[in-house]
């Protein structure tokens, strides 16, 4: 009996033990995370002002952001950092070898492959739920990056002019990138630990100095009839960036424990609490998760600013926009009126990743396919996957609500304004409802939770994308191109008009 005692008392300990040190490991990882961004700031600011195009060669540029990004890596993850390298050493070998046929196919499933490797071995054999700076996290914008060059070098070099629509013009890649241009592309530092994901030719462009010269033919290079600065100043933009992080991490940390997630499945919470009052709680809880993001995103998009990427051309005061790589808009966010809106202001750019790899290209289903390709990028946790398909059933019910409900309400301001309280009410509880597993991560608490709601939104929503109908996709954008066909030939014959 002692003997047994003994032992349960060693396994307790030993547990305990494993527990505290996976709980160091974590802490310390998201320490060095924040230190290696606020080094990168520093570093980016630097490089700005003493490695400008204008001083520096792009060869000297490619290679002191590629070895500063590797240094930052090796120091926040250690060798496991060593796998950002392998894996795009690897997929540039898949495109030389593979030719620009097939490259994008090939690519896009040994990328991804090995990105889902490193996360199930994360997942399942190291630290189960453990939310820390993992190396996966920076892998995730390598594999959108990888993915993204070998799509645009297909558009540009395999497929003719009028395949391609306006974006896949404007991004697409005419020649092969050198092994340099490509590991800096994809090893940066000032992306590699945070991202955001930004297109090859864009990021090329910065490197060289001129920002946004592939998408300045459509405007002359002039605004309001005047001409553009070639190198606006970052300053205001990465002051007021820096200002947003402060306030979100200020935030983030005073009120995440207050209004925990996971309380929404505890059992007594469950059965004497209102269903009301859970609803609010469902509401404050996911509300209270998003400043953690808002702030390593802002942080991000500021260090990108500081070493001059970002520019984004002039608004209509003639302001610089610092925004061609944001991946957030939050009061976008606050206020979305459908899932729509919210998506399209949540993680930016991921989303133009989706679109442009997944959604554009799939001739079935393009809905169901992202949102299936996100739920695999995103790792191996159950709760993505519950995430997203039930996604997908609130955007179809949202986009069957928005196509047949929408037009009766703008006849007048005040209907318009009742019918977007009710929608931004509706959106954010479903974006609530919808999040909620891939925060607790388990199958478990996550169908416990669906269950406590009798899962009225997946029922409410499939119901609903049923009894309204909306056109398949190719239909309607057949009907927005002959649409336009009439005002284009109006425009050639009034051209022809005023030439003779």
Known sequence: MTNVLGDTKTSSCLVVVVLVSAALQALKADVNFVACQLCALLTAVWFRLYLHPSKTSPFVRHVVATLLGIYFALFCFGWYALHFLLQSGITYGIMIVTGVEHMHKYCLVVALGYLSFCQITRVYVF?????????????????????????????????????????????????MPSLLE????????????????????????????SPCRHRDQETKGKVNGKSRLNDPSPNTAVIQKLATCFISLLVFLSVCKVFPVERNVDDDFIATTPFYAQVVYLYLSMLTTRPKYYFVWTLADAINNAAGFGFNGYDSDGLPRWDLISNLRIMNIECATSFKVFLDNWNIQTAHWLKRVCYERCPYNP????????????????????????????????????????????????????????????????????????????????????????????????????????????????????????????????QKQKTT
């Open 182 to 209: 490509y590991f800096s592309y994809n090893c940066n530092f000032m992306g590699i630990l945070a991202g955001p994901t930004c297109s090859y030719n864009d990021y090329i462009a910065f490197i060289e100095g």
């Open 127 to 175: 630290d189960y739920g453990m939310y820390s700076a993992d190396f996966t996290g920076p892998m995730m914008v390598i594999t959108q990056k990888i993915t993204s060059v070998a799509f645009e070098i297909h558009d540009g070099m395999a497929r003719k002019e009028d395949q391609l629509n306006r974006g896949q013009k404007l991004l697409a890649i005419r020649r």
């Open 367 to 494: 809905t169901a396919a992202t949102f299936l390709l996100s739920a695999m990028w995103h790792g191996a946790y159950p709760g993505y996957y519950l995430t997203f398909l039930t996604g997908i059933v609130i955007t179809l019910a949202a986009r069957a609500v928005r196509h047949n409900v929408r037009p009766h309400f703008l006849g007048s301001p005040t209907h318009k304004f009742i019918y977007d309280i009710i929608t931004w009410a509706a959106t954010q509880i479903a974006i609530c409802y919808t999040v909620v597993p891939f925060v607790l991560l388990s199958v478990g608490p996550s169908l416990k939770f669906y269950r406590s709601w009798y899962f009225c939104l997946h029922i409410g929503c499939i119901l609903l994308a049923i009894a309204l109908p909306v056109k398949p996709r190719h239909l309607r954008l057949k009907e927005q191109q002959s649409a336009l066909q009439p005002s284009k030939e109006t425009t050639d014959s009034n």
